[in-house]
């Protein structure tokens, strides 16, 4: 199993542009995160998805959009790049236990995005 | 309201010390559970240990165990017998409830240093 793939490892994006991050598992897990992470800091969540078709918001979605058209991948969208979103992403996906309760997220290697 | 606060930004043990780094939580919730994790300087997020909040038993992994005191709402990871290998952020996360997608809400994190 590779786990949770994100590409590309690193970026360089002028401002105003936009680009897709991608991420795809292969443990068949429902859930499924993006999570940024600014220097320093802990990780905050920008949107999830409980299953194919189903997304939401998380604490700072503004100037992202996701999709989750299969289980495997969950891409996020940049749209018009600010430098506010310099920052290391992350891809997380997990999956509920027998009793419904959250087991832990198994994150990718992360992408590091420079805003210019 | 900060839901998990972790006051000590930086630490230094000397190498084969236990050294316990502290967590605290918030939550009205009677079902949660607790993580903390290890991210090297290479950038990874690697998961270390869980504590639900209905055991009884405090959570062991290998060198991991985690101090879980319900009424004080704390969960402090204690590691036993610190190797070089340890220097790294530790961050401590929570999942409330069978809260809509088993969302993490993560702490900002301490850096720890192992001294030879």
Redesign the interface.
């Known amino acids: 199993n590779a786990g949770v793939t994100q590409t590309p490892k690193f970026r360089i994006l002028k401002i105003g542009q936009s680009m897709t991050l991608q991420c795809t598992q292969d443990m068949n897990h429902n859930y499924m995160y993006w999570y940024r992470q600014d220097p320093g800091m802990g990780l905050k969540l920008i949107y999830y998805s409980v299953g194919a078709g189903i997304t939401d918001k998380g604490e700072v979605p503004n100037g992202y959009n996701v999709s989750r058209s299969t289980t495997e991948d969950f891409p996020l969208r940049l749209e018009l790049a600010a430098p506010s979103q310099t920052s290391v992403y992350f891809c997380a996906s997990s999956y509920p236990d027998v009793e419904g309760r959250g087991t832990e997220a198994f994150f990718g290697q992360g992408t590091r995005l420079t805003v210019v | 309201a900060q839901k ?1 606060t972790q006051t000590q930004p930086g630490m230094f043990v000397q190498e084969k010390e236990a050294v316990t780094l502290d967590c605290t939580y918030d939550t009205s919730d009677q ?1 949660y ?1 607790l ?1 903390w994790y290890k991210q090297p300087s290479s ?3 690697i ?1 270390l240990i ?1 504590q ?1 909040s209905y055991d009884e038993q405090n959570a062991t992994e290998g060198r991991y165990s985690l101090n879980f005191q319900k009424a004080r709402k704390s969960a402090n990871l204690v590691i036993s017998a610190s190797q070089l290998g340890d220097s790294a952020m530790y ?1 401590c ?1 929570m ?1 409330e409830g ?1 809260e ?10 301490t850096i720890l240093r192992v001294k030879s």
């Open positions: 998990i079902s559970g993580f950038g990874e997020m998961f869980y639900g961050f996360a999942r069978r809509y997608g088993n969302k993490l809400v993560f702490g900002a994190g």
